[in-house]
């Protein structure tokens, strides 16, 4: 049977950890986040207004305003960037 770590040990181990797995998760997820904007740029270049529920979640995000306060013209606007 393993001897008992102390709580300082164990909670400066989680700390480390925890840095680490949140640098590294952080990589991925601008990735992630450009191959998003990629896609969701095509779709609305390509598709018709009104949009699929993700391309709108996205779209109120990128422009800060709920999605029936969007108009077709800043949508293509933002997929233009």
């Keep these: 049977m393993a001897d008992k770590m102390s709580t300082r040990i164990r909670y400066d181990r989680i700390r480390d950890k925890g840095a680490i797995s949140r640098t590294v998760n952080g990589h991925l997820k601008r990735k992630e986040r450009a191959s998003r904007d990629a896609r969701m740029k095509k779709l609305i270049s390509t598709g018709k207004y009104p949009y699929t529920p993700a391309v709108q979640s996205w779209l109120s995000d990128q422009l800060n305003v709920r999605f029936s306060e969007v108009t077709e013209a ?5 997929a233009s960037k």
């Design 74 to 78: 800043a949508a293509k606007e933002v």
